[in-house]
């Protein structure tokens, strides 16, 4: 795995992973496939350097075996790890 900074206007790892830590706006956390609601319309993350950025946030890395090639494939790849990975 190599590790690579995040694409611009992607934000697929706002979107597709589940999160079960609160977030600013999502005391719940989030369902997978449902979009943060700090997910700006530039597909950013509007906490990403404010001190409410959930520590889960913040400590998942942009890896080529998360992120792929383009955003649809960074969809994909968080998608089938979600599914793998959720609640059978």
């Not at 979107?15 to 943060?36: D, E, F, N, Q, R």
């Not at 001190?51 to 080529?64: G, L, T, Y």
Request: with cysteine; charged share 20%.
């Amino acid at each position: 795995m190599s590790k690579m900074e995040c694409r611009a206007g992607c934000g697929a790892c706002c979107i597709a992973p589940s999160l079960s830590s609160p977030i600013p706006g999502m005391p719940g956390g989030k369902p997978a496939g449902v979009p943060c609601v700090q997910l700006t319309a530039e597909l950013t993350c509007a906490v990403y350097d404010h001190p409410d950025r959930p520590a889960v946030c913040a400590s998942f890395p942009a890896m080529q075996d998360h992120c792929g090639e383009n955003r649809e494939e960074a969809l994909k790849l968080l998608r089938d790890w979600e599914e793998k990975t959720g609640p059978l």
